[in-house]
């Protein structure tokens, strides 16, 4: 069996243990809502790899890609495939120590800020695991943190000379309820929405979830990709 096939059987797999707990009460479950052209972006999926709506994508395209870690399969992917240039999202130094020892192309922008739904300054905990660079702003209870300047994505286009964002991908450990309130509020243009729900997390929870995926419909936009964890989803706002 074809990586492509295998990967595709395990993704079935976990969708049916998804929706097995999401019968029980455990979890929500949720299933796309429009048919789209899809094409995997990067790595593996839920590791560096993305599922992306490749309509409208080409060289001119603004994509922003929020939280880098150590992993920037996705972004020399999509650097690759659409010619875009990709601006990169992280505040945290281990993941800049990590990029300093990479071959980057100039199309990888690196802005080393948090996003958020305020301008100033956050919190951020190390994982558990310290062979990740990741860390968070929402797992901080009896941890060493680290303050780390952030802000808004409106901020973020205002000094990037943005008026809209065709691609934004968001995997910020538990921070993106707060940035999709912003969002919406805000009212930016953004055209096609990644994002990793991190509702696994005991400071979280499914209906963190429940509620973005509601108040995201409420704005236009519409889940065309969810994988089978329940995990990483892919919006595209009505036109």
Not at 66 to 71: L, N, T
Not at 173 to 189: R, T, W
Not at 207 to 227: C, E, H, M, P, W
Request: aromatic share 10%; charged share 25%.
């Amino acid at each position: 069996m074809g990586n492509s096939r295998l990967e595709s059987a395990k993704d079935a797999v976990r969708r049916l243990r998804w929706r097995l707990r999401a019968a029980t009460g455990d979890a929500s479950f949720h299933r796309a809502e429009v048919r789209a052209r899809v094409e995997r972006v990067g790595g593996v999926l839920g590791h560096g790899g993305w599922m992306v709506c490749p309509n409208h994508l080409d060289a001119e395209s603004v994509v922003y890609s929020v939280g880098i870690g150590d992993d920037i399969s996705f972004d020399l992917a999509m650097i690759r495939r659409f010619g875009v240039k990709v601006q990169a999202v992280d505040p945290t130094p281990a993941s800049h120590a990590w990029l300093a020892t990479q071959q980057l192309p100039p199309e990888f922008v690196l802005h080393p800020v948090g996003l958020a739904g305020y301008d100033g300054t956050a919190s951020f905990a190390a994982a558990d695991n310290p062979d990740w660079v990741s860390h968070s702003m929402v797992r901080t209870e009896n941890r060493a943190v680290e303050s780390f300047p952030v802000a808004r994505l409106s901020t973020l286009m205002e000094r990037l000379g943005h008026n809209h964002v065709d691609l934004l991908k968001v995997d910020i450990e538990g921070a993106e309820y707060d940035v999709i309130d912003d969002m919406l509020s805000s009212g930016v243009d953004v055209r096609q929405f990644l994002v990793e729900f991190h509702h696994r997390f005991d400071e979280v929870g499914w209906k963190k979830t429940d509620q973005a995926i509601a108040d995201l419909r409420s704005a236009g936009f519409r889940l065309f990709y969810v994988n089978g964890r329940g995990e990483e989803y892919g919006f595209l706002r009505d036109t």
